[in-house]
């Protein structure tokens, strides 16, 4: 009896967590307004981002994960994704590429950086915590709607991430 229970309980933890994994596929006026930020502020953050950078580094932005369901009204705003990712990321980067040591260390190391939110793993406020480096890929998980003026405590945790890795 023992253990059928706990065959019924993994079942039922399983069946859980593949419910609250599944993501919902934004709506019609979600992905209007994805659409209108990627063509106009995250174009131009994007531009900065690379100039920042010292070269074209790819950015994957996983805008499903990102984009709150419901939302669209906010994308736009500076508090929703503009101060939550591209500033900070920008910031960080041209700390790093202050000097040609920091350029040739990012143009050597970084090969993408990727973008996303998960909500089990993304930091309230210990902001390290979101940003990982592996492999050449820079990772940012942040809550794109929280703390939006924590601008500089995000940028140092990219930096100090990058930093302690090149």
């Not at 609250?20 to 709506?27: I, Q, R």
């Not at 369901?69 to 790093?96: C, E, M, R």
């Not at 210990?126 to 940003?131: E, T």
């Amino acid at each position: 009896m023992h253990k059928y229970s706990m065959r019924l309980l993994f079942i039922s933890l399983c069946a859980v967590l593949f419910a609250g994994s599944a993501l919902a596929a934004p709506s019609l006026a979600e992905r209007r307004a994805i659409t209108a930020y990627e063509s106009g502020a995250y174009a131009v953050h994007l531009k900065d981002i690379r100039a920042a950078a010292g070269f074209a580094v790819p950015v994957e932005v996983k805008w499903d994960t990102i984009a709150g369901s419901g939302q669209s009204d906010a994308y736009g705003h500076d508090d929703y994704w503009t101060n939550i990712y591209f500033v900070p990321l920008k910031k960080a980067l041209v700390s790093i590429a202050i000097d040609a040591m920091g350029k040739k260390a990012l143009k050597e190391h970084l090969k993408k950086i990727v973008i996303h939110y998960n909500e089990a793993t993304a930091p309230s406020s210990d902001y390290a915590k979101g940003v990982s480096f592996k492999g050449g890929v820079l990772t940012l998980n942040f809550r794109p709607f929280a703390n939006g003026s924590d601008i500089d405590p995000r940028a140092q945790a990219i930096q100090k991430v990058l930093e302690d890795a090149l």
